[in-house]
């Protein structure tokens, strides 16, 4: 079949690699692209977002399957555009109701409550109540976790250590808008303090596969400092979760998500992405996503063993209950490579030397993030550029391959973390 796939990041790049190894993949499109996923497909240059110039390639080209990468176009309501205009057309991603897990914090948090499903306490204000938050947050135990209550490209969280900062926040992010509407309404929570990690499932709406778990680095600076980034690395599996741990993760959160979205009519068959902490023995929700996680991807997919295309049409089908997942037994860790000054202020269009052209060399991908073709060459066009992905033997093992792979590609103002998984040396 002719699949599209919408986006343009890491994630993307991952995914793209893995369709285009399947042989019921005829045609891969991808919907805007970079320059590494032109390696694995045909790009196209149309946004993510616009549905009707969508329907419009997909119609004109045959394509008979959506795989949707990113958030916006699933909380924008992809899903339902092409259930409505174009019901012949699946589409790997949950409908809006269903997106509304990632879009809207407080919903989420609703839906946890609404089925006993562990999570940090919590409440949440806007305009009209916003002096009770003031009044709430001054007799707050701390840390304070501020989270905007909608999309605000993984820069929406903010854990703040005083009273006085928290207030300041909260007026910030209420008053004067600082992730725009995404912060209109602000979820207060109690802060949860152990390690964190990444579940994620394919689910058809009521069956659903668990897929290989990692775990990501999301501060900018080696030990875990600095300012939030997107993701600066991952590794999996997960040394800490073992089988003990894992069945507690089923028990109390994967299969009460998948169980509450069937209750409630919610229409969803794709990736729902679990955002974990460990607190003591126990797993508890810090967030959902609708979505593949990025960099998580970019080690998932490389341990997956299933034909990628298979699992999505037994997820249109409604059988993924006749699918069993397999694990490639190796570790496979990821380093982000980002734009000198990210992720504040940062300059694009700087050539990228030493790829050479390929995506696999060996135990090691490169999958591109914020890359783009300029004629023959390939140069930086985000904040996140692109990531070596490697298997080893250990943890040690794979990100030392990983920065070797690093070490040879070079671009004006480059920057990685050294210690990503360090934990686990």
């Known amino acids: 079949m002719n699949i599209l ?65 990113p958030e916006d176009p699933l909380v924008k309501g992809v899903y339902d555009y092409f259930k409505t205009n174009s019901s012949s057309i699946s589409v790997i991603g949950p409908s809006h109701e269903g997106a509304k897990l990632e879009g809207s914090k407080a919903y989420a948090k609703a839906f946890m409550k609404r089925h006993n499903i562990p999570t940090a306490a919590y409440a949440e204000f806007d305009a009209n109540n916003y002096q009770d938050g003031v009044t709430y947050l001054k007799n707050h135990s701390l840390p304070i976790v501020l989270k905007a209550d909608g999309l605000a490209a993984g820069k929406g969280v903010l854990i703040c250590q005083s009273h006085e900062e928290a207030l300041a926040e909260f007026e910030q992010m209420i008053q004067q808008s600082k992730f725009g509407d995404a912060s209109k309404k602000v979820v207060v929570e109690a802060f949860l303090d152990g390690i964190e990690l990444s579940m994620f499932a394919l689910t058809d709406g009521k069956n659903y596969v668990l897929l290989p778990e990692a ?9 875990d ?35 509450g979205l069937y209750k409630d009519n919610i229409t969803y068959k794709g990736f729902v992405f679990f955002g974990l902490i460990k607190v003591g023995n126990d797993p508890f929700v810090i967030e959902y996503n609708c979505r593949m996680g990025d960099p998580e991807t970019e080690v998932v997919m490389p341990r ?93 093992d794979a990100i030392n391959k990983s920065k070797q792979t690093l070490a040879d590609i070079e671009f004006d103002g480059m920057y990685f973390r050294k210690d990503i998984g360090y934990e686990f040396m």
């Open 215 to 223: 775990k990501d680095y999301k501060r900018i600076g080696e030990g």
């Open 304 to 396: 997956l063993k299933n034909d990628l295309v298979d699992l999505f049409i037994a997820t249109q089908n409604g059988t993924l209950n006749s699918q069993k997942i397999e694990h490639d037994s190796r570790v496979a860790c990821t380093v982000v490579a980002v734009s000198g000054g990210y992720p504040g202020d940062y300059k694009k269009g700087f050539e990228i030397k030493g790829l050479g052209g390929k995506t696999v060399s060996g135990d090691t991908m490169v999958f591109h993030a914020g890359t783009a073709a300029q004629k023959d060459k390939v140069v930086t066009a985000g904040g996140r550029v692109l990531c070596a992905t490697s298997y080893g033997d250990s943890v040690s």
């Open 5 to 69: 796939l919408l986006g343009s990041g890491g994630r993307e790049h991952a995914l793209a690699w893995k369709l285009s190894q399947s042989s019921k993949c005829s045609k891969l499109f991808i919907a805007p692209g970079n320059a590494g996923t032109a390696q694995c497909g045909t790009n196209v240059a149309i946004s993510a977002t616009d549905f009707d110039a969508i329907k419009k390639f997909c119609d004109s080209n045959n394509v008979e399957m959506i795989v949707v990468g």
């Open 225 to 259: 400092t600095g300012l939030n980034t997107g993701g600066m690395g991952a590794v999996s599996p997960v040394p800490f979760a073992d089988a003990t741990f894992m069945k507690k993760v089923t028990d109390t959160i994967i299969k009460p998500t998948i169980d």
